[in-house]
């Protein structure tokens, strides 16, 4: 009894730390749910036929940034993908993704900023999840257009494998994120997925079933986008 009741006091110290560890990314996927439907539910933010040639999403709640002038940022939050070989399936359980050195011009203060990240193909979703990447470099971003109609930004949008957008304090825009940096964040999936598993297992393999914190995500995208309208099938 003294053995088993040493045992209970050990556990009883253990698990509040590795209940607020998965407690901490859960809260991330909640308040992911809640930008993207936010957002893509006003007709003149992001337009929907962007959304639904998008091959993934990339959710950042909530990234503080650094109270300096020209200031950088670090912000974590989540991607999901449309399932299956040419992504035309249901939207993917999410793999965590970190945002690293977002710097946004000249600016006083700390502000907290919602990003949305489109991928628009193959390419772009599996560099993403392979390594870090560096929007403008190692892939091409853009501001994304707004607006219910993205059609004269036809050019930008072809070109570009990333388009991004922020909101902050009720205001959303289109807003280039280059020179930053993003990247699978795997120790955040280890904590999530209690387990060692790689982002394109979550995202293409479907290693992992659909946490009940992210249902609200992924039920959202695959009611608002449940099919890629985009021309073309690259991998």
Known sequence: ???ISSF??????????MLADDRKENNRLENCGVVVQEIMDIPDDIPQDLIDKSYCIIVYPSVLKAAFIGGGSYGRGAMTCRS???????????????LEGASFGLQIGGQATDFVLLIMNGRGANSVLSSKVKLGADASAAAGPKGRNAEASTDVTMRAEILSYSR???LFAGISLAGSTVRPDNSANQKLYKKEVS???????????????????ISYLNKKSPKNLASGKEI
């Open 8 to 17: 209970l006091l050990a556990a009883s110290f253990l698990c509040p730390p």
């Open 1 to 3: 009894m003294k053995k």
């Open 84 to 98: 299956g070989e040419h992504f035309n399936g249901p939207w993917s359980a999410p793999t965590m993704m970190a």
């Open 168 to 170: 902050a304090r009720g």
């Open 199 to 217: 982002s394109k297992d979550i995202v293409f393999k479907g290693a992992e079933p659909v946490p009940a914190s992210a249902q609200k995500l």
